[in-house]
């Protein structure tokens, strides 16, 4: 055994981490580059055995081919002398996972069947990945997959630990040891015989699909607390694997969705022929799942594992509380009222006109003839600040220039005024604002038009000049309400920077990440958010967007800290903002379901055309009770104030999926492939789609 504080090379050892039957594994430093490793040697009466020695580098060398997130990294194999022996040690370095075992996180954390089917994605996209390069694990269990810091699982010891036989290389026999030769072992197979595959079992050869039966076991446990093939002793258990086929998931935890168990089914398959063939046919299918509950919203009432076995109401496949029967009844009987008012008023004036008292202002974006390119963003970017510092005040109605975009069906590149003027009366606004702004040395010169759209009278022409264009936003703010003679006591005293961020380089940071995030590029947008916090840790726009990009990757976990942080920097977000903050808060920490309803069903009656929310409304009905008459209405009311809305037009083509209408789900997909041309993704929506329907040849072409 190594002792504390032993170098191997540029290798320090820390601490030691485990032991298995080949050998020790160990903390260590890297001096060269400065990071945490783990350290995998041989034991030492392996030291001086050839064969063991050759296997071990064979099987080091095979498992660095793999290279996934979800996978742990072999970074490569050395020799050095141990300084207390002097004798020479091989050793591999490996990826060092900070976290505990898959075993240890189910014991402690409290894991739901939407959390778990987004687990077992991520492990089963590992298993794919080696299965790619016909390597098979052979020993997968919970003691093998790590959750890390972050609640990433990572897959462990590819035949590193204790294989049952050595990976097969070109030329090589395919004999493996049978259990009856391993029992005459002692520990040799203690603690795995229950993730066995029959043939495993057997000792006939093994490939993929026997990691695919063990993945199956992995499935069964994570989601029900149990094995499927649990005996008294061992001979019992391997008894049970090979005749014994096991009680269904769903009698041992109800909330277990159909499409889940029929996984689950077949990768439990006693004969190899009936499981999945290929590995990345499971990740679709899991993926599957877990886009029924990327909303956010399934996940919550899709139960906890609960390890007693209590029986709990079943409705539409969902365990639903008959609490929250009531509180989903009561929800959709206000929304079908609300609906019903909305869908008789049509497309144009569904939710779009002013109230009375409030004043309707269209925004256009401003021109830059700064000269000055860098300064472009400011074009979208000043419109916006103004829009969120007018639309705290209730009795104004501010329309963007998106939204005016939204409603010329017909619109080219660049509309006339005169299509604009038309669009903004169609949504109820009686007056325009346009603008320009230059540069003046180091200080920044905006020049506001604010018209009356009936009478062309110009209301308000002003000339706003400094260095803080948020400032200046304050002051053109003030101006047009005194203008409209609007009170000011019901808009924010604070200033737009008390809204936003006081930093202009932020606030075009997380303007790019919501170009990316309109789009569902998650992972770019989250890169854009975060260099945006880097620079002003209180922007909680940008929290509230990170979370809900996560939440909307399937990353629930994740997206909750996130949310946490906007809801404590909550006073810096405007009106709208911190009412979604409150309703995904209401949902990821607080587990309140009922409020979280009763909120969104208010924001969408307080912004009714506003497309994003009552996109996620349509996600929240659609997927929390199945009830696609009122989910459905919300996604196409979405779609008649936007018919390109990228958002919309995923999550629609998703739910379709999860009723199996692939043809509609093809429809929905080709449209956004066409809005998003550089984004992979509906491509790859759309092969699924596509390969559900049979149509494997356009399937093909898309990937």
């Known amino acids: 055994m190594l002792q504390i504080g032993t170098r191997l090379a540029q290798f320090k050892v820390v601490e030691k981490l485990g032991e298995g039957g080949m050998g020790a594994v160990y903390l260590a430093d890297d001096q060269k580059l400065h990071r945490r490793v783990a350290l995998k040697t041989l034991s030492a009466e392996m030291f001086d055995n050839a064969e063991h020695q050759e296997r071990f580098v064979r099987e080091a060398r095979t498992a660095a081919q793999i290279s996934h997130g979800n996978v742990m990294a072999i970074y490569d194999i050395d020799t050095a002398v141990e300084p207390s022996t002097g004798k020479t040690i091989q050793?591999?370095?490996?990826?060092?996972?900070?976290?505990?075992?898959?075993?240890?996180y189910l014991k402690s954390t409290k894991i739901d069947i939407a959390s778990t089917v987004r687990l077992a994605e991520k492990i089963a996209s590992g298993l794919a990945a080696a299965h790619k390069l016909r390597i098979v694990h052979r020993d997968i269990k919970t003691d093998n997959i790590m959750i890390d810091e972050q609640g990433e699982?990572?897959?462990?010891?590819?035949?590193?630990?204790?294989?049952?036989?050595?990976?097969?290389?070109?030329?090589?026999?395919?004999?493996?040891?049978?259990?009856?030769?391993?029992?005459?072992?002692?520990?040799?197979?203690?603690?795995?015989?229950?993730?066995?595959?029959?043939?495993?079992?057997?000792?006939?050869?093994?490939?993929?699909?026997?990691?695919?039966?063990?993945?199956?076991?992995?499935?069964?446990?994570?989601?029900?607390?149990?094995?499927?093939?649990?005996?008294?002793?061992?001979?019992?258990?391997?008894?049970?694997?090979?005749?014994?086929?096991?009680?269904?998931?769903?009698?041992?935890?109800?909330?277990?969705?159909?499409?889940?168990?029929?996984?689950?089914?077949?990768?439990?398959?006693?004969?190899?022929?009936?499981?999945?063939?290929?590995?990345?046919?499971?990740?679709?299918?899991?993926?599957?799942?877990?886009?029924?509950?990327?909303?956010?919203?399934?996940?919550?009432?899709?139960?906890?594992v609960d390890r007693t076995g209590a029986t709990k109401t079943r409705r539409l496949g969902f365990a639903l509380s008959w609490k929250m029967v009531v509180v989903i009844l009561f929800a959709l009987s206000l929304l079908f009222v609300l609906l019903s008012d909305l869908l008789t008023k049509g497309k144009r004036s569904a939710g779009s006109g002013v109230k009375a008292g409030e004043t309707g202002v269209a925004i256009l974006s401003f021109d830059n003839r700064t000269g000055d390119t860098s300064l472009n963003w400011l074009g979208t970017g000043l419109p916006e600040i103004l829009i969120t510092d007018l639309a705290q005040n209730r009795s104004m109605r501010v329309i963007s220039r998106q939204r005016l975009l939204d409603a010329i069906e017909t619109h080219g590149e660049n509309p006339s005024d005169e299509e604009y003027r038309q669009a903004a009366l169609d949504l109820g606004a009686v007056n325009l604002l346009t603008g320009t702004y230059f540069k003046l040395g180091d200080q920044v010169r905006i020049d506001a038009r604010l018209e009356d759209i009936g009478s062309g009278k110009i209301l308000l022409a002003e000339k706003v000049m400094g260095a803080?264009?948020?400032?200046?936003?304050?002051?053109?703010?003030?101006?047009?309400?005194?203008?409209?003679?609007?009170?000011?006591?019901?808009?924010?005293?604070?200033?737009?920077?008390?809204?936003?961020?006081?930093?202009?380089?932020?606030?075009?940071?997380?303007?790019?990440?919501?170009?990316?995030?309109?789009?569902?590029?998650?992972?770019?947008?989250?890169?854009?958010?975060?260099?945006a916090i880097a620079i002003d840790s209180t922007l909680a726009l940008a929290y509230m967007r990170i979370g809900m990009a996560y939440t909307f990757s399937g990353k629930q976990q994740k997206g909750a800290a996130y949310f946490a942080k906007a809801r404590q920097y909550q006073d810096r977000l405007p009106v709208r903002e911190r009412?979604?903050?409150?309703?995904?808060?209401?949902?990821?920490?607080?587990?309140?379901?009922?409020?979280?309803?009763?909120?969104?069903?208010?924001?969408?009656?307080?912004?009714?055309?506003?497309?994003?929310?009552?996109?996620?409304?349509?996600?929240?009905?659609?997927?929390?009770?199945?009830?696609?008459?009122?989910?459905?209405?919300?996604?196409?009311?979405?779609?008649?104030?936007?018919?390109?809305?990228?958002?919309?037009?995923?999550?629609?083509?998703?739910?379709?999926?999860?009723?199996?209408?692939?043809?509609?789900?093809?429809?929905?997909?080709?449209?956004?492939?066409?809005?998003?041309?550089?984004?992979?993704?509906?491509?790859?929506?759309?092969?699924?789609?596509?390969?559900k329907m049979g149509q494997y040849d356009g399937a093909v072409s898309e990937y």
């Not at 050793?91 to 240890?104: D, H, R």
Request: glycine share 6%.
């Open 468 to 531: 803080d264009p948020f400032k200046l936003i304050d002051s053109l703010s003030q101006k047009i309400r005194s203008a409209l003679n609007i009170e000011t006591a019901g808009s924010s005293s604070a200033g737009v920077a008390q809204l936003t961020t006081s930093s202009p380089e932020a606030y075009k940071l997380y303007l790019v990440g919501m170009q990316t995030f309109g789009r569902s590029e998650y992972d770019s947008s989250i890169a854009s958010f975060e260099q």
């Open 153 to 304: 699982p990572k897959i462990l010891d590819f035949g590193l630990a204790k294989p049952l036989d050595p990976v097969q290389m070109d030329g090589e026999s395919s004999a493996t040891n049978t259990v009856s030769q391993e029992l005459t072992r002692a520990g040799k197979i203690l603690g795995t015989v229950t993730y066995m595959s029959p043939e495993q079992i057997k000792g006939e050869p093994i490939d993929t699909r026997s990691d695919v039966f063990s993945f199956g076991i992995l499935l069964y446990r994570m989601t029900t607390g149990e094995s499927p093939f649990g005996g008294a002793t061992q001979v019992s258990t391997l008894a049970k694997i090979l005749e014994t086929a096991p009680e269904p998931p769903h009698a041992r935890n109800a909330d277990i969705p159909a499409e889940l168990e029929r996984i689950i089914d077949k990768c439990l398959q006693k004969d190899p022929n009936d499981r999945y063939q290929d590995t990345r046919d499971l990740v679709v299918d899991l993926r599957n799942v877990r886009r029924s509950y990327d909303s956010g919203t399934t996940e919550t009432v899709s139960g906890v």
């Open 91 to 104: 050793f591999i370095v490996m990826e060092y996972v900070k976290g505990q075992s898959l075993t240890a």
């Open 579 to 691: 009412n979604m903050v409150d309703v995904y808060a209401n949902i990821w920490l607080d587990r309140q379901i009922g409020q979280a309803a009763t909120k969104l069903k208010q924001m969408v009656a307080n912004y009714p055309d506003d497309k994003e929310i009552r996109t996620i409304y349509g996600i929240f009905l659609a997927q929390l009770d199945r009830d696609t008459t009122a989910g459905f209405a919300q996604f196409d009311t979405a779609l008649q104030l936007d018919q390109t809305y990228p958002f919309a037009l995923e999550v629609y083509a998703q739910i379709y999926a999860m009723f199996q209408r692939y043809d509609r789900s093809v429809e929905l997909t080709r449209k956004l492939a066409q809005i998003v041309p550089v984004s992979a993704q509906p491509h790859e929506q759309m092969a699924v789609y596509l390969g």
